[in-house]
């Protein structure tokens, strides 16, 4: 059976590289990809190029060879580095230029300002071809691991442990030093080995000592002493807070969608473990983009209930959806509670506003005795005291004005009930990042690094919505082209 001759082993090229317009279908994602770039305005970039220099790479080549990598979940400069060597995509991008790491990071870290601004771009296009019109926003989160590991974390404890173990070692080396200098003949290797262990020394010295001043502010702030003595810091990367739903150092990654279209509209990287503080964000976030709209729809889950948002809702008149996980819509027996063995809160209390009462799940009735203050009947003989009223003989419940606001909320949502299926668009963009996409840990530090990889993430997937809705419209286009052409086809026919 015949073989191909191997050409492998010849230095010398055999032919010329094609052109790259030959490497890639017409149709293919790249190519539209490319065709949807060139709409985009770049002119921020290439103000901050100087007039003088070495021939640079264009923005809307780097930044599409970093949205071919983000739609394949790989946001390192070194990976992007291989890709532009080997896969056709990104060679159709380059031209057969091959940009090494240092000047995509460097990209990356010169112009995370110009790439933020590209959100607001892709959204102006969506607006002007019809895409969606952005009339209802779903907001969530989600932790993400950062770049540093947990092991870095310490407690104030182990800070000043490390710290004295620093200064510890560095007299050793410092009398290694002096001991060096007296010698006649001075190994000058070893005297730079040394200096070189110095110098990692005095760093770790300056990150433990910032640590330990950023932690005792915190620490400021947390009221229970046992969490105030537990709470850690990452020495690598101070901004990472513990998550325990990832058991790990990392961020909470907040997204605002367009319940429509599923588009992006705003991302934001945290520090807060929780949404409570976050709905306030995202709205202002949000209105700088698409504008003020005070019917537009916010819809969120009960992550985000709080006073200060409800204030802020309140306040500011936005027509906001915020369900509140906490309900429970069906009160079960007590028979189920005692099986269940878990406390009885207020929530598996029913409020009957017409009786000003609270009706508990054994049919006790608690009444007020005080301003916002209700209690039961003596709960001695009843079979779920010890799940409910533990420390008292009857069971007491205050109601205060938050309660009263979360109930308005409540009943707005039951008027419109199908309002909290939208909110799961965003679980969708999530899951696609974290398993389609197989991010889940950021590799670069602090809020800085990780801020540029998850927008990298959202510009990208904007762009392929975008690409594939422009798709879909053209060719609608066609087809309507086509059958008004056959139609005037058989008119004239018919004449």
Same mark, same amino acid.
């Given at each position: 059976m015949p073989f191909f001759k191997e050409q492998k082993d010849n230095l010398e090229f055999q032919f010329e590289k094609p052109n790259v317009n030959f490497l890639v279908d017409e149709q293919s994602e790249a190519v539209r990809l490319y065709k949807l770039l060139k709409k985009l305005d770049f002119s921020e970039f290439y103000r901050r190029y100087p007039d003088k220099g070495a021939v640079a790479y264009r923005p809307e080549v780097l930044f599409g060879v970093l949205i071919l990598s983000a739609l394949e979940g790989v946001l390192s400069s070194r990976a992007i580095e291989k890709r532009c060597g080997r896969d056709v995509y990104y060679i159709y991008f380059t031209e057969y230029r091959k940009p090494d790491h240092s000047t995509i990071a460097r990209f990356l870290k010169k112009f995370r300002k110009e790439i933020f601004g590209l959100l607001p771009q892709l959204i102006s296009i969506a607006k002007e071809n019809k895409i969606s019109s952005f009339n209802s926003i779903a907001i969530d989160g989600s932790k993400f691991q950062s770049s540093s590991s947990k092991k870095h974390s310490m407690r104030m404890q182990s800070l000043e442990k490390e710290e004295e173990i620093i200064?510890?070692?560095m007299k050793k080396l410092m009398n290694l030093v002096e001991e060096n200098d007296k010698k006649e003949n001075r190994d000058e290797k070893k005297l730079k080995r040394l200096e070189a262990e110095k110098k990692k020394l005095e760093q770790r010295k300056q990150k433990v000592e910032a640590s330990k001043t950023e932690l005792a502010k915190r620490q400021e702030s947390i009221r229970e002493k046992e969490k105030r003595e537990n709470h850690q810091i990452n020495i690598e990367e101070p901004d990472a807070r513990m998550m325990k739903e990832i058991n790990s150092n990392g961020y909470n990654v907040q997204l605002s969608v367009d319940s429509q279209s599923e588009i992006i509209v705003s991302v934001s990287v945290e520090p807060d473990r929780s949404d409570n503080h976050q709905f306030s964000k995202q709205h202002q976030n949000i209105e700088k983009i698409l504008g003020e709209d005070k019917q537009r729809e916010y819809i969120a889950d009960g992550g985000y209930i709080s006073s200060e948002t409800i204030d802020y809702v309140e306040d500011k008149e936005v027509?906001?959806?915020?369900?509140?996980?906490?309900?429970? +819509?069906?009160?079960?027996?007590p028979e189920r509670?005692?099986?269940?063995?878990?406390?009885?809160?207020?929530?598996?209390?029913?409020?009957?506003?017409?009786?000003n009462e609270y009706i508990?799940?054994?049919?006790?009735?608690? +009444?007020?005795?005080?301003?916002?203050?209700?209690?039961?009947?003596?709960?001695?003989?009843?079979?779920?005291?010890?799940?409910?009223a533990r420390k008292r003989d009857v069971r007491r419940i205050t109601r205060t004005e938050f309660t009263e606001r979360n109930q308005q909320m409540r009943e707005k949502i039951k008027q419109s009930p199908e309002k909290m299926n939208q909110r799961k668009v965003v679980e969708r963009v999530f899951g696609n990042i974290k398993w389609n996409l197989g991010f889940r840990r950021f590799t670069r530090k602090n809020f800085e690094g990780a801020?540029?990889?998850?927008?990298?993430?959202?510009?990208?997937?904007?762009?392929?919505?975008?690409?594939?809705?422009?798709?879909?419209?053209?060719?609608?286009?066609?087809?309507?082209?086509?059958?008004?052409?056959?139609?005037?086809?058989?008119i004239s026919i018919l004449n």
């Open positions: 200064v510890r070692k027509n906001a959806y915020i369900n509140d996980s906490k309900e429970i +819509k069906i009160i079960p027996e509670l005692l099986e269940r063995g878990k406390i009885i809160t207020s929530e598996f209390f029913i409020y009957s506003k017409e009786d508990c799940p054994n049919q006790r009735r608690l +009444k007020e005795v005080s301003s916002g203050v209700y209690e039961s009947e003596d709960c001695r003989e009843c079979i779920i005291k010890h799940l409910c801020s540029i990889e998850i927008m990298m993430l959202v510009l990208a997937l904007n762009l392929k919505k975008l690409e594939q809705f422009l798709l879909f419209l053209s060719r609608i286009l066609l087809v309507k082209y086509q059958k008004n052409n056959y139609m005037s086809w058989g």
